[in-house]
Structures are given as structure tokens and as C-alpha cells.
């Protein structure tokens, strides 16, 4: 197995979490390369569910090195409970490394976040005011803090000192909040660095230093393609790289040590925050309640309903490109078994005009109407089904649609959120 990539290939939520977790024993070491705790991945381990934030999925795993990329912003109070949670339950956390060059989320960027929020009123961008946004501002801004920083008391001061010179003028005259004081904010997060202190390292020398010994990795990405900050629904995004180049810059490791690309597919498709979204179906309708509830489509960060929708194969075709898909993870395909028949949009009609591809205009998008293709149901329990040839005709017939609309093949299909309810085709 050489190194692979791991991407969401749609608004999030596909289920990378599960899939993560299930080939992670097939690598040395999983790195996260992006995004915050503002992303959640969730894992099923028997009778107990993991909601994970910050740590990458291999900490499951003793002998897998699981590592927070450079390209990650990190809250050091979040990371010290999932640390906590898992050394709590008998998992240990001593392969588990910090980038130093990782940025620091602080307590003004939460309440930054919110405030943003608030002034833009209707247009909003549903952000999970966990400051991720206003975070990677301060990195581009060349102001923010970063992981080794909390390693030396003076640097960490006077640089916090120099930001809320900053800050706390918008915090006071535009947003009329309270400030904060360097006081305040060193007392609670070098608090954090004692026990932070033996999990920060230069994780890109680890990372390279891992492959040159003939390791594999998994580069295990955040939130999703139309969520990047480039190639997303701008600016309906996160802040970050969510796409495949994002694990090249977001870790310190070289494009030609990855030799696939595994983008992960839900059935169906949800979003989760504002913005356009074709083939959204109304929860009020019998069908988005059934994507809705028989796919427990609530956010595992904030718990909020997700949108629901049927496939949309455009986007599909789009994120296989922006990311050089090598391989599909189909999740959730147990959940169209309640329907008897099934809708996949296939195109776009934009004021009469049919696009096979995302509208080059944000407003087209926007009116976007989706041309569907209606597919038979197949209306039988298949969670219990393991290999390809189990599933009915109709349901395998769905796949391979998906595959020509996507060009890419369906490498692994999951029929239910247990990790043996899994078919492994081609991985």
C-alpha cells in the first residue's frame, strides 16, 4: 500500500470519518492537513461512538503515528479533552504529533467568528463559530500564533500582546464586546503548552523521515471539495484547502510520494450552513424526511439538521477532476433501500442552457436547476450484504451509474455505519 490521499468530495459529512478508520491499518501514519475542530469525524467502536475534532482517525490504532499537519489550526483546549477522552477509555494518545507550525485558535477568534456572523445577517455563512475563519485570517494576516509559540513564555506574550493591539480596537468600537488582556488569555493557554509540550513536533521532517524508511501514509482531509476555499461554493466555504492539494501543503510532503486519491461519496447528498445547493429536497418532503431520518443527517459538531438531497452527479464529475479521484468510497447506500425509486441529477439547466459542470458564475449556480435521471429502487435491507455480488441488481446498477458519471471507479461501498458493513471491491 503506498500513501493515499482521503477527501470528501462533496459538502462534508460523506462519512470519512468510518472510512478513515477502516483503512487506516493499512498505513504507518494518518495526518490531518487542514481545517479545525469546526470539523467532526465520527467512529464506531462496537457499543461506542467517537465524535473526533482535532485527532486524526489512526489513533485508534497502537502502532499508527497520527499526526496534525502544519495546514491544521488547532484549540489547544479541545485537543487536551479528546487526549483525555481517549486515555480515559485505554487508548493511548503517545503516537500522537503536533505540527509547531499548526496556528493556535484563540478566544477572540471564537468571538470574532460570531460577530462576523451576526453583521452579516441573512447572508451569513453558517460557520460553527468554533473561530476557524478569523484564524486563518490572522495566518495570512502574518499575525496569528502558532503551536511552538506556546513554548516559550516571552515569544508567546509578546506576539499576543502585538495582536490584541489589533483586536481588541475591533472588539471594542466595532462590535462594542469586551477585550482581552494578555494576562488573561497566557494564564489559561500556557496552561495548555505544559501538557501540550511532549506532542509538538517539525511533523513535516517526521512525515519525510517516515517515507524515506518505506512508510505509507494517509492524508486524512477535513470537511470537503465544494467547501475548499478555492475550489468551493464561494463564499459558502471553510477557510481552508479541503481538496487534494491541500495535503501537499498542509503537511510538508511532496505530490510525488501520493499515489491515489480516495474521494468519499454519500448515496445521497447533504449540506450543512448557508448556501446553493440543486438537488436540495425540503425536509417537509416525504423524501428529504426520509434522507433526513433513516440517515440521522445531524451535524456531529453542532448537532444542527443537515439538508438533504438527491445524488448530484455534476458534482460528482466536478470534485473527481479538481482532486484527480483515483478511487470512490460510497457511503450510506443502505438509506436509498427505503425508497422505490431513485432520482440522480445528471446536468444542470440554467435559464435554459445544460451544464455537465459547475456554472462558471457563482449567481448561475445559484439558479441552477437540476435535470434528473430516474433510477429503479431495490427496496430490501442490505446492511447485512458483503460482497458486491450480494447487493441487488438495482442497487449495483446505481453504482456503476455513479461510476460513468463520475469517471471513476466505486472502490469501496459502506451499507450501514458499522465498520463491518463495508464491501471492499478494489481497495
Not at 88 to 111: F, R
Not at 396 to 418: M, Q
Request: glycine share 12%; charged share 25%.
Amino acid at each position: 500500500m503506498g500513501s493515499a490521499v482521503l477527501v470528501g468530495t462533496q459538502w462534508g459529512d460523506e462519512g470519512k470519518g468510518k472510512i478513515c478508520d477502516l483503512i487506516a491499518p493499512d498505513f504507518d501514519c494518518v495526518v490531518r492537513f487542514q481545517g479545525g475542530n469546526n470539523a467532526g469525524h465520527t467512529i464506531v467502536v462496537g457499543e461506542r461512538k467517537y465524535g473526533l475534532h482535532q485527532v486524526p482517525s489512526g489513533i485508534m490504532y497502537p502502532d499508527c503515528i497520527s499526526v496534525i499537519g502544519n495546514g491544521c489550526v488547532v484549540n489547544p483546549k479541545v485537543l487536551l479533552e479528546e487526549i483525555d477522552m481517549f486515555e480515559g477509555d485505554g487508548i493511548s494518545t503517545a503516537n500522537l504529533k503536533v505540527s509547531g507550525n499548526a496556528h493556535v485558535i484563540m478566544p477572540y477568534h471564537m468571538v470574532l467568528d460570531g460577530a462576523y456572523e451576526e453583521l452579516l445577517g441573512s447572508h451569513n455563512i453558517g460557520t460553527t463559530k468554533r473561530g476557524i475563519g478569523p484564524c486563518y485570517q490572522d495566518k495570512m494576516a502574518r499575525i496569528g500564533l502558532r503551536m511552538q509559540d506556546l513554548l516559550d513564555e516571552g515569544v508567546f506574550r509578546d506576539k499576543l500582546g502585538r495582536v490584541l493591539d489589533r483586536v481588541n480596537p475591533q472588539l471594542e468600537k466595532i462590535f462594542g464586546l469586551p477585550t482581552f488582556t494578555v494576562d488573561q488569555i497566557a494564564d489559561e493557554y500556557l496552561g495548555y503548552a505544559e501538557r501540550l509540550r511532549p506532542y509538538i513536533c517539525e511533523s513535516g521532517l517526521l512525515l519525510n523521515d517516515l517515507l524515506e524508511q518505506g512508510k505509507s501514509i494517509l492524508f486524512e482531509g477535513a470537511q470537503a471539495t465544494l467547501l475548499d476555499i478555492d475550489h468551493g461554493t464561494y463564499p459558502f466555504v471553510t477557510s481552508s484547502n479541503c481538496t487534494a492539494g491541500g495535503a501537499v501543503t498542509g503537511s510538508g510532503v511532496g505530490m510525488k510520494n501520493i499515489d491515489r486519491v480516495l474521494g468519499i461519496m454519500k448515496a445521497y447528498i447533504t449540506r450543512v450552513g448557508s448556501g446553493p445547493m440543486p438537488t436540495e429536497l425540503a425536509y417537509e418532503t416525504e423524501e428529504g424526511h426520509i434522507l433526513t431520518e433513516q440517515g440521522f443527517e445531524y451535524g456531529v459538531t453542532t448537532g444542527r439538521r443537515r439538508r438533504c438531497g438527491w445524488f448530484d452527479g455534476v458534482i460528482a464529475n466536478y470534485s473527481a477532476r479538481v482532486n484527480g479521484l483515483t478511487d470512490i468510497a460510497l457511503t450510506k447506500l443502505d438509506v436509498l433501500s427505503a425508497f422505490d425509486t431513485i432520482k440522480v441529477c445528471v446536468a444542470y439547466d440554467v435559464d435554459g442552457e445544460r451544464y455537465t459542470t459547475i456554472p462558471e458564475h457563482e449567481s448561475r449556480f445559484a439558479s441552477a436547476v437540476p435535470v434528473y435521471e430516474e433510477l429503479p429502487g431495490w427496496k430490501v435491507d442490505i446492511t447485512g450484504c458483503r460482497r458486491f455480488e450480494d447487493l441487488p441488481v438495482e442497487a449495483r446498477d446505481y453504482v456503476s451509474f455513479i461510476e460513468d458519471l463520475a469517471k471513476t471507479r466505486v472502490s469501496i461501498v459502506a451499507v450501514g455505519p458499522d465498520r463491518d458493513q463495508t464491501i471492499m471491491r478494489s481497495w
